[in-house]
T-cell receptor, first 115, second 111 residues
Framework: NAGVMQNPRHLVRRRGQEARLRCSPM?????VYWYRQLPEEGLKFMVYLQKENIIDESGMPKERFSAEFPKEGPSILRIQQVVRGDSAAYFC?????????????FGPGTRLTVT | DAKTTQPPSMDCAEGRAANLPCNHS???????VYWYRQIHSQGPQYIIHGLKNNETNEMASLIITEDRKSSTLILPHATLRDTAVYYCIVSGKSNDYKLSFGAGTTVTVRA
């Protein structure tokens, strides 16, 4: 059973460009979470999605950031008009259910560098 | 509003047990204690969780005090590959899918 997959693993963008980060959850998992880790900091929750629904985007910056999890295909985190402060590691996690016993399985992350 | 307190770092000799403490004095009755770790440049990895009883799996043991205000993660025979940042997280309410990763404890296992 393949784990959570993220691509690309490394992404370099110039200021003002768009960044698209992809996440394929584990087989059988329909819940996806995105976290951001700034340099020398802990992971911070960004958004929680189920298939075709955004459940909680309270951790998403108000502008330029969006996320989706379509019926078919991977979850996408999209950052428009990137700025240097967006440079970070972005981790996706998935889980099969939501209750106090669940674990989140994390992918290897995408490291975004904005030049 | 940190829910847990962990020492910033600790060293451990290879082959010895590593005991990682965590204080969570404001934990409520329905909240669980979770441990994750993050090896350098990788995504976090789930280790173990518990409510009030001690728990053990193939990776580690979790000892929770009777008053549940603190816990200890035990890596029974630390190896160099256990070098990582270890996070103690309190979670369990209905909207606590938002795992809150603090600074954690940086554990360095030395040969």
């Amino acid at each position: 059973n393949a784990g959570v997959m993220q691509n690309p693993r490394h992404l370099v963008r110039r200021r003002g460009q768009e960044a698209r980060l992809r996440c394929s959850p584990m087989k059988g998992h329909s819940h996806v979470y995105w976290y951001r880790q700034l340099p020398e900091e802990g992971l911070k929750f960004m958004v929680y999605l189920q298939k075709e629904n955004i459940i909680d985007e309270s951790g998403m910056p108000k502008e330029r950031f969006s996320a989706e999890f379509p019926k078919e295909g991977p979850s996408i985190l999209r950052i428009q008009q990137v700025v240097r402060g967006d440079s970070a590691a972005y981790f996706c996690a998935s889980s099969p259910t939501i209750n106090p016993f669940y674990e989140q399985y994390f992918g290897p992350g995408t490291r975004l560098t904005v030049t | 509003d940190a829910k847990t307190t962990q020492p910033p770092s600790m060293d451990c000799a290879e082959g010895r047990a590593a005991n990682l403490p965590c204080n969570h004095s404001t934990i409520s009755g329905n909240e669980y204690v979770y441990w994750y770790r993050q090896i350098h440049s990788q995504g976090p990895q789930y280790i173990i969780h518990g409510l009030k009883n001690n728990e053990t799996n193939e990776m580690a043991s979790l000892i929770i005090t009777e008053d549940r205000k603190s816990s200890t993660l035990i890596l029974p025979h630390a190896t160099l590959r256990d070098t990582a940042v270890y996070y103690c997280i309190v979670s369990g309410k209905s909207n606590d899918y938002k795992l809150s990763f603090g600074a954690g404890t940086t554990v360095t296992v030395r040969a």
